[in-house]
């Protein structure tokens, strides 16, 4: 059994207590506008293109063997559904102008990454984070990964979107230690607008988190324009109330993934958004604070 995975973080104190190793898989059923890690959509391996260190050899085009890649109007275009990850394209460039991003992993070979910082995990109450992308869309593989975790006394966390069948959310989240739980928006049909996916499953899954007594942290991404408002904060209140949900992360607004997009060739349509920082939330997080949340900025 084999999963792509396109980073494996150590060190992080930001994904759970403690410190953790990120476990990043690739695939994500969500298109959110902001998404930081555009690498992390598409399932399959890809191709990262450095214009500026491209010379226009061309010697990529020539040696792919499947005939991904091709260039139009002498611009790199890449086709990842052709893709056989040979990676003959980055070893023969000439100007190191290409890299990948998404390698096929067994559960061995994960395991055996985390495993090298059990001691850091154990001293400072910390473990291991799976996350993506999707996790839930690697659920078969993901599951193994989690009870192998348990049989070696790690903690685990899970953080994910929820989106995803009951059946299958249901028999991963029972695995976890704790969900970190993305929350994009309260509004149904402004979850469709930015991500391209309905919320209501995700609700129904948070809800059974919630009422199994599964340890969830919801997650919020404040994006300007999106669900900044103190409006937007107050109504998050009341739909995690509904949920049963009170312990509360808030995400500001970065740009960190910007490059990115240009590396894959993509359009960003948050290019021209203002970075939040944490002073600019303050009276946002109060609103939390006084509907009795736990709340972390």
Same mark, same amino acid.
């Given at each position: 059994?084999?999963?792509?995975?396109?980073?494996?973080?150590?060190?992080?104190?930001?994904?759970?207590?403690?410190?953790?190793?990120v476990?990043?898989?690739?695939?994500?059923?969500?298109?959110?506008?902001?998404?930081?890690?555009?690498?992390?959509?598409?399932?399959?391996?890809?191709?990262?293109?450095e214009?500026?260190?491209?010379?226009?050899?061309?010697?990529?085009?020539?040696?792919c063997?499947a005939?991904?890649?091709?260039?139009?109007?002498?611009?790199?275009?890449?086709?990842?559904?052709?893709?056989?990850?040979?990676?003959?394209?980055?070893?023969?460039?000439?100007?190191?102008?290409?890299?990948?991003?998404?390698?096929?992993?067994?559960?061995?070979?994960v395991?055996?990454?985390?495993?090298?910082?059990?001691?850091?995990?154990?001293?400072?109450?910390?473990?291991?984070?799976? +996350?993506?992308?999707?996790?839930?869309?690697?659920?078969?593989?993901?599951? @193994?990964? #989690?009870? =192998?975790? /348990? !049989?070696?006394?790690?903690?685990?966390?899970?953080?994910?979107?929820?989106?995803?069948?009951?059946?299958?959310?249901?028999?991963?989240?029972?695995?976890?230690?704790?969900?970190?739980?993305?929350?994009?928006?309260?509004?149904?049909?402004?979850?469709?607008?930015?991500?391209?996916?309905?919320n209501?499953?995700?609700?129904?899954?948070?809800?059974?988190?919630a009422?199994k007594?599964?340890?969830?942290?919801?997650?919020?991404?404040?994006?300007?324009?999106?669900?900044?408002?103190?409006?937007?904060?107050?109504?998050?209140?009341?739909?995690?109330?509904?949920?049963?949900?009170?312990?509360?992360?808030?995400?500001p607004?970065?740009?960190?993934?910007?490059?990115?997009?240009?590396?894959?060739? +993509?359009?960003?349509?948050?290019?021209?958004?203002?970075?939040?920082?944490? @002073?600019? #939330?303050? =009276?946002? /997080? !109060?609103i939390?604070?006084?509907?009795?949340?736990?709340?972390?900025?």
């Amino acid at each position: 059994m084999k999963a792509t995975i396109f980073n494996i973080q150590k060190f992080s104190i930001h994904d759970g207590p403690g410190i953790r190793t990120v476990v990043f898989f690739k695939g994500c059923p969500l298109r959110c506008r902001w998404c930081s890690n555009p690498e992390s959509q598409v399932i399959h391996t890809q191709i990262l293109w450095e214009q500026e260190r491209c010379i226009g050899c061309k010697t990529c085009e020539s040696t792919c063997p499947a005939k991904s890649i091709r260039f139009v109007d002498n611009r790199f275009t890449f086709q990842h559904k052709t893709c056989t990850g040979c990676l003959e394209c980055i070893r023969q460039c000439p100007a190191k102008a290409m890299e990948y991003t998404g390698k096929n992993m067994t559960i061995p070979e994960v395991m055996t990454a985390v495993k090298k910082d059990i001691d850091f995990y154990e001293e400072s109450g910390g473990g291991v984070t799976l +996350s993506g992308g999707e996790v839930l869309i690697w659920h078969e593989f993901v599951t @193994e990964v #989690l009870k =192998e975790l /348990k !049989q070696e006394h790690i903690h685990s966390a899970l953080e994910t979107t929820g989106f995803a069948v009951e059946s299958v959310f249901q028999k991963v989240a029972g695995q976890a230690d704790l969900l970190l739980f993305d929350m994009k928006h309260y509004s149904d049909r402004k979850h469709q607008t930015y991500t391209g996916v309905s919320n209501s499953l995700i609700i129904k899954n948070m809800t059974w988190a919630a009422k199994k007594g599964i340890p969830t942290i919801a997650r919020i991404p404040v994006i300007p324009d999106v669900n900044d408002s103190l409006k937007d904060a107050a109504a998050f209140c009341r739909r995690l109330t509904e949920i049963g949900i009170r312990q509360v992360h808030l995400l500001p607004f970065h740009q960190f993934g910007q490059k990115k997009y240009e590396l894959l060739r +993509s359009d960003y349509a948050m290019k021209d958004t203002k970075t939040l920082h944490p @002073e600019d #939330l303050i =009276e946002y /997080k !109060q609103i939390f604070e006084s509907a009795g949340f736990d709340v972390t900025l």
